[in-house]
């Protein structure tokens, strides 16, 4: 039996944070209705000019640098010709023979995933398909988009996932693109074949469409690897073709078959002259790029002591990233502040779905919020409960505390009264802690918590409710 290697490469196009379209004027927005953001430029009508967007190309230029792509000193752009529904001039303004960036890399843990090209090219609208016709929207047409392409280096589906977080993790933190998939904003196909071990030569590829996460991507390209492995070993012909894939089945379904390659006619966009990126643009784009996630990862993990799991949590954002280091100014113990961050803070955010850039919380104020606990002030309870209107509102956590009567009850003369109620309400917890089922107390201090509304000491009601029950007894 011959042993098989996968062989992938991925071409992701990535929508630019720009303000409006890349050759017009028109706002670049989404959600927006229908055919609400067009112009007769990006519809493509008779006799009009486009104007490159400035902005689109400081952007381009930022992610290629990012990337460590050789740059261009001259870049043009041509058409490509194609006809389909949602692409009113018939021909995509994109690059070809001089993209702006090209020959960089990636690196994923030990490995560096080379990238062929990265250019800049317009998008094309969307068709909305109904049962029995389809509908055109020209909002997305003209937005200006980013295609990057790597060369078939990726040898595995977990790889293309972990090659594709840390591409969206750099254009994030570059401040490039949102890159949020729900949207649009980073489109991902992927080409995948299967060759003997050792071998140079290329297999037979299909190309993958229509995944819109990165477990997709992952899925995706896991079924395609055995669906052309169980194929080859019963010495069946791949067949170069499209595939999309079916979230709901869980397998890749043919689109169309690609006998050879497209020929999509490029020449050079007449109504676009070519474009100079000087050296001093260069070096601008290059001083903007801060940290970059590797870099951040390495600091952290030097000089914080948090583990890998942590900090991939921690740098997943980098207004995450920055509210830890700057909570870390006003109480400096890393492990604590994670550990709340991770914690509570996301959890509070991913109910509430907001981002981090969107709350009112500043880290002084969490800072103080996790003092209160560590001290017990407050309970963990309490803190939670506090941290849901700490997000909205810009408050002294122990001002609000104070307001809500919710610091915590530590008078052992005030819980008397509640660990004997509880005792006397629950005397089958009781029976079971008597019995050596140590976890039995933690219901009796369950029982007084929620009668106080979590402002009890719990470390204090768990030493009341054991001498009282001795004391009973």
């Not at 949020?180 to 993958?208: Q, V």
């Not at 979230?247 to 890749?252: F, G, P, Q, S």
Request: proline content about 4%; glycine content about 4%; some cysteine.
């Amino acid at each position: 039996m011959i042993e098989l290697e996968v062989v992938i490469g991925l071409e992701v196009h990535v929508q630019l944070a720009t303000e409006s379209k890349i050759f017009c004027s028109c706002p670049n927005l989404f959600g927006q209705p229908p055919n609400s953001l067009v112009c007769p430029v990006c519809m493509g009508l008779p006799g009009v000019l486009p104007v490159l967007n400035k902005k689109a190309v400081e952007l381009a230029l930022r992610a290629a640098l990012a990337l460590n792509c050789r740059i261009k000193e001259e870049i043009i752009f041509e058409r490509k010709n194609y006809f389909y529904p949602d692409l009113p001039k018939n021909y995509q303004i994109s690059q070809y023979s001089n993209p702006l960036g090209e020959e960089g890399f990636l690196t994923i843990g030990s490995k560096k995933i080379r990238i062929k090209r990265v250019h800049l090219e317009e998008d094309a609208g969307k068709l909305i398909h109904k049962e029995k016709y389809s509908l055109v929207d020209l909002n997305r047409a003209g937005v200006p988009l980013i295609e990057i392409v790597s060369y078939p280096d990726i040898s595995s589906a977990q790889e293309a996932q972990d090659y594709l977080k840390e591409l969206k993790l750099i254009l994030q933190y570059i401040g490039v693109s949102t890159c949020d998939m729900e949207k649009g904003f980073l489109r991902c196909d992927a080409n995948i074949s299967l060759r003997e071990k050792g071998s140079s030569i290329l297999g037979t590829k299909t190309e993958l469409k229509n995944m819109n996460s990165f477990n997709q991507v992952r899925q995706a390209l896991e079924y395609e690897i055995k669906r052309q492995k169980n194929s080859i070993l019963q010495g069946e012909k791949i067949i170069q073709e499209t595939r999309l894939w079916d979230d709901n089945k869980k397998i890749t379904l043919t689109m169309r078959t690609k006998e050879e390659a497209h020929d999509y006619r490029y020449f050079p966009e007449p109504d676009l002259v070519s474009f100079v990126i000087s050296k001093q643009e260069v070096d601008k784009q290059k001083a903007l790029i801060k940290e970059l996630p590797s870099q951040k990862r390495k600091r952290f993990k030097e000089n914080y002591s948090l583990n890998d799991k942590e900090i991939e949590v921690i740098i997943s954002e980098s207004g995450l990233s920055n509210f830890f280091e700057e909570t870390l100014k006003y109480y400096n113990y890393p492990k604590k502040v994670c550990n709340w961050i991770t914690g509570p803070l996301l959890e509070v955010l991913n109910n509430k779905r907001m981002s981090i850039e969107e709350i009112k919380l500043r880290a002084i104020n969490f800072a103080e919020l996790i003092k209160m606990v560590e001290s017990r002030k407050i309970t963990n309870l309490v803190a939670k409960e506090l941290l849901g209107e700490l997000i909205k509102y810009d408050q002294n956590p122990q001002t609000l505390a104070e307001e809500r009567n919710l610091l915590s009850i530590s008078e052992k003369s005030e819980l008397l009264g509640l660990v004997r109620e509880a005792i006397e309400e629950n005397p089958r917890a009781v029976e079971d802690f008597l019995r050596g089922k140590d976890k039995a107390i933690m219901f009796l201090v369950g029982w007084v918590m929620r009668k106080t509304r979590g402002k009890a000491n719990p470390h204090i009601l768990k030493e009341l409710i054991e001498r009282q029950i001795k004391e009973e007894k």
